[in-house]
């Protein structure tokens, strides 16, 4: 009787706030999650259960948020700063760096990474944005003159090169120095870091049953990431005592230097230490390269489905930019532009579980309840794809978000960076860079599949969701 009593409490009594799925004891949901693509499951139950439910992975108590009106309140509030504990995501990033940060050490550190982009130009506001756009446009002009040297017409794979580039911009920001074309360093970070974000990825189970670890196939998954972390830091730590050679004392024009400056200044010692400025150049560079990689392959796969909307694209370009590369003050006035860059971030969102966060204490909202250590996760896939905002959403449309007057909007339900105090510190970053790319190359090629094979829209989930490697054709105009 005490047994079935205990059952029910937790089976049932545990599920009084929200909504949700029968969970199983130990494992919770997990068997029925899709390997391949857990946000479909977790979409579907919100199609079922609405979108705000409750869900137990393993032995974490999840609350799913698909709402994005929801989502903006709850991130909104002090009490859900914080990151959930993951058995991975700890194990690697051990509460320090920015992104997995705790939450003493997250104030100071987004201060200090906002500030650092606000000197260098990184940020649509500040007063030295030539200066990252002239170092965007010299990778754009770097791509142009490759693809050029090519074959006539010949098919090209462009995620190689547009590696290399996103790499070496993240290395003059980060480091002060680009990357040499053919540079070896490149390909072994490269190689890396999608090793680790394929393994890292939140819906993995080893999060969730740390347990798991001890058994196969997880037992080698962990040794493959513990592998492929020390790679990286290893290449870094080479480029962060190069970058020390190589530039002045007191420069504040890379994150190393500006870091070392604190150091150097005495700034509360025990933040600024060489095992932080190697964490938090882990998390800058990995998520400037993960993030703006994918949206740049996906957003050549699109263009080169519609021929036609490159052709609206180009257009404006001329009407706007008068045969000029892009600056970022043209932006405002790139409509059409913006708006199929977002229709590309919202069609394929490149992270569509989100970046969960965690209840530090009870949630009361609307009639909601968030318990206290709930893990929330912002399924951003559901939100972006809900048929009661977008209209056949999976139908290709940048029109979605052109309002009555002809120009950009963005409605509530578009979050790929998320929101609230923690919202991604590199969203004018990513927006400049793929923005200043794309215009870059639209004014030099026409993008086309290869002759009729169809293009595979099919995205591989890890921590960010990828297109597959394919090649296209780029026609010089
Ligand atoms: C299209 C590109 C990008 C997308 C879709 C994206 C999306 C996101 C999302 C959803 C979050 C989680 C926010 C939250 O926890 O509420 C995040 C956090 C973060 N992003 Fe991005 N991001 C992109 C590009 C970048 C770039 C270029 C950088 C580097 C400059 C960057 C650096 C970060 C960092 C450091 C965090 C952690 C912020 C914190 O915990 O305070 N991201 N990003």
Known sequence: MIIVILLFVKFVLD?????????????????????????????????????????????????????????????????????????????????RGLAHANIDLWKDQRKFVANFLRTVGATRVSPNR??????????????????????FCKPLDPSELIIHLVSSTASSLFLGQPFSLNDKKVSDLARNIHV??????????????PFLRFLPPYKKQLALLKEAVHRVRDIQGKLIDECEKSTSKDSQSNLVKAFQLQISEGKSDNIYTLDQLHRLLFDLYVAFTETTINSLLWIFLYLAQHVEIQNKIRLELLWVLQGELLDFEDFENLHYTKATLAEIARIRTLLPLGVPHHA?????????????GTMIMPLLWAIHMDPKVYKDPEE???????????????????LPFQSGKRMCVGEDVANMVTTIFIAGVLQNFKIEPVGSLPLDFTGTCGAALSPKSQKLVFTKI
């Open 15 to 95: 599920k009084k706030y929200l909504p949700g799925p029968w969970n199983l004891p130990v494992i919770g949901y997990l068997h029925k999650l899709d390997p391949a693509a857990p946000y479909l499951t977790l979409t579907k139950l919100a199609q079922k259960y609405g979108p705000i439910y409750t869900i137990k992975l393993g032995m974490v108590n999840v609350v799913v948020l698909a709402d994005a009106r929801i989502l903006k309140k709850v991130l909104a509030r002090d009490e859900t700063l914080e990151r959930s504990p993951l058995y991975l995501i700890d194990t690697v990033f051990e509460g």
């Open 130 to 151: 030539k200066t990252f756009d002239a170092l965007i446009k010299k990778h754009v002009e770097e791509f142009v003159q490759v693809v050029k040297n090519q074959a």
């Open 196 to 209: 680790f974000i394929k393994l890292l990825m939140f819906g993995s189970p080893m999060n969730f049953l």
């Open 360 to 372: 530090s204490e009870n949630i009361y909202l609307e009639g909601l309840t968030i318990p206290k």
């Open 396 to 414: 290709f449309r940048p029109e979605r978000f052109i309002d009555s007057d002809g120009k950009f909007f963005k409605p509530e339900s578009f």
